[in-house]
């Protein structure tokens, strides 16, 4: 049974940094398929970052430049580096695993119980 579970949430400055971890356990790849979500009150869901089997990332224009995706070797853990933080990234933020089958990643199905990050002016 696959388990994330977030941490690392609060609430800071604008400006400043944060750094939210994701603690895997069931999850049968060392290098899968991970991203990190968010949602902000009345907001869809907004994929933020992601990194795939071969270590590309991608983010979400909206983070670019500001916020770095990573896993350690073993894939027990997730990481998102949030620095230089805005008010607009205030918002739960989720951990996200997808299988990977047939060489490549599927829809991400298995998810954290979110950390909240909160910017103030």
């Known amino acids: 049974q696959v388990k994330l579970v977030e941490s690392g949430g609060g609430s800071v400055q604008a400006g400043r940094s944060l750094r939210l971890s994701c603690a895997v356990s069931g999850y049968p790849h060392s290098n899968g398929c991970m991203a990190w979500f968010r949602q902000a009150p009345g907001k869809e869901r907004e994929r933020v970052a992601s990194?795939?089997?071969?270590?590309?990332?991608n983010y979400s224009d909206s983070v670019k430049g500001r916020f770095t995706i990573s896993r350690d070797n073993a894939g027990k853990s997730l990481y998102l580096q949030m620095d230089i933080l805005k008010l607009e990234d205030t918002a739960m933020y989720y951990c996200?695993?997808?299988?990977?089958?047939?060489?490549?990643?599927?829809?991400?199905?298995?998810w954290g119980q979110g950390t909240q990050v909160t910017v103030s002016s």
């Open positions: 996200a695993a997808a299988p990977y089958i047939g060489l490549r990643c599927r829809d991400y199905i298995f």
């Open positions: 990194i795939d089997t071969d270590g590309a990332t």
